[in-house]
């Protein structure tokens, strides 16, 4: 019987403050993702990375070759993991409460060559 690991890093998307704190409770040592981090980081969260959706570098420049500000922060997620510079994260939980920056950051996690090489969409695990 073959067997698939996947190794990239789960993305779960919460829409509220709610949803963070109860995704957190249930599976505490997530990164956060958020264009607006919240006034105080609830337990749980070891690493943060934020996004401004309207501030895109240039297309093609240097740094990120007109990549979007989701990928970009995905990437200073995983770098940070990567480096130390943050603690060690086994997903990343993204409260994005605009439904624009959820279709963003599913063109993220399937357009983005990079992103996806290292994120993956969460798939719930079946309840019951």
């Not at 190794?7 to 963070?20: C, F, K, N, Q, Y």
């Not at 249930?26 to 749980?44: D, H, I, K, V, W």
């Not at 943050?86 to 624009?100: G, I, S, Y």
């Amino acid at each position: 019987m073959p067997v698939f690991a996947d190794g990239r890093i789960p993305v779960s998307v919460v829409a509220d403050e709610a949803g963070l704190r109860a995704s957190l409770a249930a599976r505490p040592g997530a990164a956060l993702l958020a264009e607006a981090a919240p006034a105080t980081l609830p337990p749980g969260v070891v690493a943060t990375a934020g996004f401004d959706p309207a501030a895109p570098h240039p297309v093609a420049c240097t740094c990120c070759v007109g990549r979007s500000p989701l990928a970009q922060a995905l990437d200073a997620l995983f770098l940070a993991r990567v480096k130390g510079q943050a603690k060690w994260f086994t997903r990343v939980v993204a409260l994005l409460p605009a439904e624009e920056a959820r279709i963003a950051l599913d063109e993220a996690l399937r357009g983005d060559s990079v992103v996806a090489s290292r994120y993956r969409p969460d798939v719930a695990p079946p309840e019951g």
